[in-house]
């Protein structure tokens, strides 16, 4: 049985430290919305509470996994506990998995909101999967037996994959087939369009990466830190999205008003000069 390369700590460790600056910008901006969008409904709000809860719970077991393997365990001399996954490690898979989840139903609910059609299935396989996931961590600990049960990892992983990328690919096609109804707003669209795409882009390629990493280099630990900046990633697509609709309200007002009082009066003149003229041509026929 192979046994973990402990030398690929440093992979842990550097998405450690990418993840709590990423933490850092979500708390900034968790008090940006909160300070911006007191009208928002309070089950949202609950919501986004609740997203830094779990963001802030998985990131102090982070960082508790991280003491304990680089200083608690090289003082004590305690190399053999190197080769398994502490309580920590195994625990912050739990607040990892409903944070994505959040993030996930979220943007799912934005797509049931606007057009009516219910996806909320595309969150449930990658939901069962990482928690059944996380019971078979604390079942087999040691890093030598993640490629026990690998079929569920290769679910959760897919699953979140093919879900961040349905949802994009959804949210894209809607606004294009959509674009008749907002054809006045186009600079609106095309953020709009680009905005969905970007981040459901960016999240399905961080879920392929930890599935990629896991799959070719299960004793390695670079799975380990992918999976601490993926989980980072959705959160922060979440509020850069809510936080984004002040300015997408303004650039709406802008594009609305793109005509003037004169330009608006001068084009309905024109219409009214039309409809006339083709009275006339009716009543000489």
Same mark, same amino acid.
Do not use: C, E, H, W
């Given at each position: 049985m192979s046994l973990v390369n402990i030398n690929t700590f440093g992979a842990f460790l550097s998405g450690v430290i990418v993840s709590t600056a990423m933490y850092g910008i979500t708390s900034a901006q968790m008090v940006w919305y909160y300070r911006t969008y007191r009208d928002?409904?309070?089950?949202?709000?609950?919501?986004?509470?609740l997203l830094w809860l779990m963001d802030s719970l998985q990131q102090a077991l982070l960082l508790h996994a991280m003491y304990f393997y680089l200083i608690t365990s090289r003082e004590k001399g305690d190399?053999?506990?190197l080769l398994s996954a502490n309580w920590s490690v195994i625990s912050m898979i739990i607040p990892g998995e409903i944070s994505v989840s959040l993030v996930e139903i979220y943007f799912v609910w934005r797509i049931i909101r606007f057009w009516?059609?219910?996806?909320? =299935?595309?969150?449930?396989?990658?939901? =069962?999967a990482g928690t059944?996931?996380?019971g078979k961590a604390f079942r087999y600990p040691p890093f030598n037996e993640s490629t026990r049960g690998a079929w569920i990892m290769w679910l959760?992983?897919?699953?979140? %994959? %093919?879900?961040?990328l349905i949802i994009a690919v959804i949210m894209s096609y809607k606004l294009y087939t959509s674009r008749g109804i907002v054809i006045a707003h186009r600079q609106l669209f095309i953020v709009l369009t680009n905005y969905a795409i970007a981040t459901g882009t960016l999240t399905c390629v961080f879920a392929i990466t930890y599935l990629i990493t896991y799959v070719t280099m299960p004793f390695n630990m670079y799975y380990a830190g992918v999976y601490c900046v993926h989980t980072k990633i959705h959160v922060n697509s979440m509020m850069a999205t809510l936080n984004s609709r002040q300015s997408l309200r303004g650039m709406a007002g802008r594009t609305v008003n793109v005509w003037s009082d004169s330009d608006e009066r001068n084009r309905l003149d024109r219409l009214r000069q039309l409809r006339a003229s083709e009275c006339g041509v009716t009543h000489e026929v």
């Open positions: 928002d409904r309070q089950i949202l709000k609950g919501a986004v509470g190399f053999v506990a009516k059609k219910n996806y909320m =299935f595309l969150v449930i396989i990658p939901l =069962f059944v996931y996380a959760s992983g897919g699953g979140r %994959a %093919a879900t961040d």
